[in-house]
């Protein structure tokens, strides 16, 4: 029946006793009570009764008498074979607890010539059986063979490796043979590094105590099997090797408060059978057909738990939604290992859950198939990306997330330096492309200011031979107005050189008051900066702050002085410039110049004048545009490197992402069999190609000259759409170069964007011309200039970095339901490291049987042996092949005529086995194991692939 409702748990065993059967036994008046009294004492709860040559049938019978239910004795006889030389190998049969024993020992007896005058006849030194012929018939008797190996006495490796025969003749007793029996722990390493990756079969390891007098009882070590202390919990570690546990006590994966211990249920109105269900603290498989209550039980646990009805009622397959008002009084009491208890009744669970402000946190994770459902549904891949992400922000070190609240925020901040960088990389951008725009401007204004020059330059000759006509005119025959005409030149050249001098000063004033107020501006600058970087490093905890001065402090004084001197400067050759006027006033006067030549003298002298000054602010002018055009190549290649820069910072948010999202990974990979990289975090470099033709497209005059001339805007894009064949060569995985203290990018990639960069620029380039930019300004509409074509050229906002999740290959999006079902419960089962108890309703839906097998089985594995795990599955894979330590099964009876209610369980473990076709109730009728073959799909494929991979006989 079902003895052991908890199913498999770790219990000491101990695979190999003697008793005083055994022919060198030392203490041979040992009783039966003292040999079970110390197995008592040492916690035994399940031994082999080993002795040599014998199976002591009364005395067994005896034991068993004795032992009751404390301690199961397994029937079993130690034998010699013929292989070791002088150290014959000892070897074990082990014959189940219910054995027919007489019968047993009677076939051995005859067929291994082990009667009392058999082995009277040799002695029993000298008793020899044939290994494999032994070990064929215990096969047939239903037994299990231990074998002596590792370091202990007559172990299978007296057989030398030195010969490859030898080798071979050791191969072929591991095939038949089933646990090997070690000599100490330290054994167990080299057989499972060495060993068994040879033989490509791992067999248990077990240690015993190999006992021959009760009286200084001993083990070496402590031997637990996690098992029903039965044979059939011992057969299970042929197909289980981790089962098998030596050491001091297995450990807790996970902390007590963190395991349910057991589930009750009342006032139910008859729907459950009112009795306290026990947990395993591993994984737990709830089975049944369809409608038999698998559900309810987790709706049951998970409102226990979470005392959510909202979390149950959301879920449309909930079984508590379908039954309300059924049971109004239902009462749970749910038991934690931590001797907690949580206690609920339906009615009451809206008030437990808010209004008396107990805490909302859960106690479980319940992967409901309607939570399933949605989150996998077409519409909610971005909440299921958030699932992904929150499960990932567990692995983020507590001490890095302490002071983020999600993992948005958490996210957001690796991420901030670069994105500054990047702002101030966009205003780099924009301000060099004005820069150039500036210079490309000076630049084109070379040739017109020449022209202007010499216009002015032959001007001012033409009138200079005017002023001397009209002066010898004037002057003719008058040699006192010929010298006072002198001076009259004279006093001019002085007056005119004089204004110019006071426009200088003046000039230089008002430039004194720019510098001035741009010192000022600066230092308020600075003092904002330096405020805000100093608030900064107050944030990381270090005391020294910065603290910036401008040099020389009392430089805005010297500004002040320079000012007051200039315009002392200027009141002291405006006096002198006034006295000039007066003598040249006087001297036209005394000249007595025609009015219309002295008018025309003073015209044609001011124009001159004018001339002059023009032509040298032009002169200063052309000196600016030589040095732009000597520059340009200068400030082009700021702009470029900004250009390039950006790009560095796509690189640097790659590698902070990958960081980010590394367990995706690292912790999946290790737990794949196969190569396949099922989860996977991809970076994409994305190219906005439209955004960048439809700016681009705005700045063309289509009238005018050039490759885009009477053309739309597909001519553009036909070009950006052929240079982006060449940005996305970019290669997102190489490394980049030191410079200095910063980063740049490899020559490939350099080159990649400078390619790409000339094939757009070189559409605009038509012809040859010696300075191209004029070209590209003439074909922009008039409203835009060089500085708008560079600004469109270097828009950063069209290169983004593409990251998400995929799964097996695809994208999030793309996943079918099922897939991203997987994809879900790979991560709860391995990422998640909340370790609360995960409840999963069918985790195989939507899935085929190969799918389940090759992609889950691992992971359910490795997720029992760190948090509970309790599923309700149709799926015999997932029970079986992922060893469940305990399976429920559930059954409803309509008419409750073979059952105490509509819903009943029955528990144990996958090695519970019976049936008994007089029991009336359909749980009754079967062990586990047959329960598991007959109710789940695939239920004898799934046993049968279990134990073919251990080649042992289905």
């Known amino acids: 029946m079902f003895k052991y409702p908890k199913g498999s748990i770790w219990r000491k065993w101990d695979l190999h006793f003697h008793t005083p059967s055994s022919f060198d036994y030392q203490d041979k008046f040992v009783s039966n009570e003292q040999l079970i009294q110390k197995l008592k004492d040492n916690e035994i709860r399940t031994v082999a009764i080993t002795d040599h040559h014998v199976i002591d049938v009364e005395r067994i019978n005896a034991l068993n008498q004795l032992a009751k239910d404390d301690i199961t004795i397994l029937p079993g006889i130690e034998f010699r074979s013929e292989l070791g030389g002088s150290e014959s190998i000892h070897y074990i049969g082990i014959f189940p607890e219910n054995a027919d024993i007489n019968?047993?020992?009677?076939?051995?007896?005859?067929?291994?010539?082990?009667?009392?005058?058999?082995?009277?006849?040799?002695?029993?030194?000298n008793v020899r059986v044939d290994l494999m012929d032994t070990s064929k018939l215990i096969h047939e008797l239903g037994g299990l063979i231990s074998i002596h190996a590792g370091t202990k006495s007559n172990s299978l490796e007296n057989i030398t490796n030195a010969l490859s025969h030898k080798q071979a003749q050791k191969t072929e007793i591991c095939g038949a043979i089933d646990i090997y029996e070690i000599g100490k722990t330290e054994d167990m390493q080299g057989?499972?590094?060495?060993?068994?990756?040879?033989?490509?079969?791992?067999?248990?390891?077990?240690?015993?105590?190999?006992?021959?007098?009760?009286?200084?009882?001993?083990?070496?070590?402590?031997?637990?099997?996690?098992?029903?202390?039965?044979?059939?919990?011992?057969?299970?570690?042929?197909?289980?090797?981790?089962?098998?546990?030596i050491g001091d006590e297995p450990s807790a994966k996970v902390e007590n408060s963190k395991v349910i211990k057991s589930i009750s249920i009342r006032n139910s109105n008859g729907w459950f059978e009112e009795k306290e269900l026990q947990l395993n603290s591993n994984l737990v498989s709830i089975i049944g057909g369809r409608g038999t209550g698998k559900t309810a039980l987790l709706d049951l646990i998970t409102i226990t738990a979470n005392k959510d009805w909202e979390e149950i009622t959301e879920n449309d397959d909930s079984f508590l939604k379908k039954a309300e008002g059924h049971f109004p009084k239902l009462g749970l009491s749910l038991k934690w290992e931590d001797e907690e208890e949580d206690l609920v009744e339906l009615n009451q669970i809206e008030r437990i859950s808010w209004d008396d402000g107990d805490d909302p946190n859960k106690k479980v994770v319940y992967l409901s198939q309607g939570f399933v459902k949605r989150l996998c549904s077409e519409e909610q891949v971005e909440a299921l990306q958030k699932q992904i992400e929150g499960v990932i922000y567990q692995k983020v070190r507590d001490e890095e997330k302490a002071i983020y609240s999600s993992f948005g925020e958490f996210k957001s901040s690796k991420l901030d330096l670069i994105n500054r960088k990047r702002n101030q990389i966009k205003l780099q951008l924009e301000s060099f492309s004005d820069e150039v725009n500036e210079k490309v401007n000076s630049v084109l204004e070379i040739d017109k200011i020449k022209e202007e020059i010499s216009r002015r330059e032959k001007e001012y000759l033409k009138n200079a031979k005017e002023i001397t006509s009209i002066t010898k005119i004037i002057t003719e025959g008058q040699e006192e107005k010929k010298q006072l005409l002198t001076s009259y030149n004279d006093l001019n050249e002085k007056k005119a050189l004089l204004e110019k001098s006071i426009s200088i000063l003046a000039q230089s004033i008002r430039s004194i008051d720019v510098v001035a107020n741009e010192i000022q501006d600066l230092k308020g600058d600075l003092s904002t900066k330096v405020f805000n970087i100093n608030e900064k490093i107050k944030g990381i905890g270090l005391k020294q702050i910065i603290s910036v001065s401008i040099e020389p402090k009392d430089f805005s004084v010297q500004l002040e002085k320079q000012k007051t001197s200039n315009k002392s400067d200027i009141s002291s050759k405006n006096t002198e410039l006034g006295k000039l006027k007066q003598d040249i006033a006087s001297i036209v006067k005394q000249l007595n110049l025609e009015k219309t030549r002295q008018e025309r003298l003073t015209s044609l002298s001011d124009l001159n004048k004018k001339l002059k000054e023009e032509t040298d602010a032009l002169g200063e002018k052309l000196k600016a545009s030589n040095l732009a055009q000597k520059t340009l190549k200068d400030s082009k290649l700021k702009l470029a490197n900004a250009f390039f820069e950006y790009f560095v910072t796509l690189f640097e948010e790659k590698a902070s992402l990958e960081e980010i999202y590394n367990p995706l990974e690292t912790t999946l990979l290790e737990k794949q069999e196969d190569e396949r990289r099922l989860f996977r975090f991809n970076v994409r470099l994305t190219f906005d190609s439209k955004k960048m033709t439809e700016l681009g497209d705005a700045l063309i005059d289509h009238r005018k000259s050039g490759n885009f001339q009477y053309k739309d805007y597909r001519e553009l894009q036909k070009t950006i759409e052929s240079a982006k064949q060449e940005i996305m060569k970019l290669n997102l995985e190489s490394e980049l170069r030191s410079e200095g203290v910063g980063k740049r990018l490899d020559e490939e990639n350099s080159q990649t964007i400078s390619k790409f960069i000339k094939l757009i620029v070189g559409a605009f380039r038509y012809k040859d011309v010696p300075f191209k930019e004029k070209l590209l300004i003439e074909q922009l509409n008039n409203n835009f200039t060089i500085a708008d074509f560079y600004k469109w050229l270097t828009n950063i906002d069209y290169y983004k970095l593409s990251y998400s999740i995929e799964f097996d290959e695809k994208k999030l999006d793309e996943l079918t339901p099922g897939l991203k079902g997987i994809a879900l419960l790979i991560l709860y089962l391995d990422l998640d490291e909340d370790f609360k108890p995960i409840l999963i309703d069918q985790p195989e839906e939507n899935l085929d049987n190969r799918s389940v097998?090759?992609?889950?089985?691992?992971?359910?594995?490795?997720?029992?042996?760190?948090?509970?795990?309790?599923?309700?599955?149709?799926?015999?894979?997932?029970?079986?092949?992922?060893?469940?330590?305990?399976?429920?099964?559930?059954?409803?009876?309509?008419?409750k005529a073979l059952q105490p209610a509509y819903i009943s369980y029955v528990s144990g473990g996958l090695e519970n086995t019976f049936e008994n076709d007089e029991e009336k109730s359909v749980l009754n009728q079967k062990g586990i194991r047959q329960h598991c073959w007959y109710v789940l799909e695939g239920g004898p494929e799934a046993f049968q692939k279990r134990e073919q991979k251990y080649n042992f006989p289905t």
Do not use: M
């Not at 009677?106 to 009277?120: E, H, V, W």
């Not at 240690?207 to 029903?228: G, M, P």
């Not at 992609?855 to 509970?868: G, W």
């Open 853 to 895: 097998y090759q992609t889950l089985i691992n992971y359910f594995r490795t997720a029992k042996n760190k948090r509970q795990v309790i599923i309700a599955t149709h799926n015999a894979n997932l029970v079986v092949n992922t060893d469940s330590e305990q399976v429920i099964v559930a059954n409803f009876e309509k008419d």
């Open 191 to 245: 057989y499972k590094e060495k060993v068994f990756p040879v033989i490509k079969l791992e067999k248990p390891l077990v240690i015993c105590s190999d006992n021959h007098n009760i009286n200084n009882y001993s083990l070496k070590a402590n031997c637990w099997i996690k098992a029903d202390p039965t044979f059939e919990g011992l057969r299970q570690i042929i197909y289980e090797p981790s089962r098998v546990y």
């Open 103 to 125: 019968t047993i020992w009677t076939k051995l007896q005859g067929q291994l010539n082990l009667t009392a005058s058999d082995i009277k006849k040799v002695g029993h030194e």
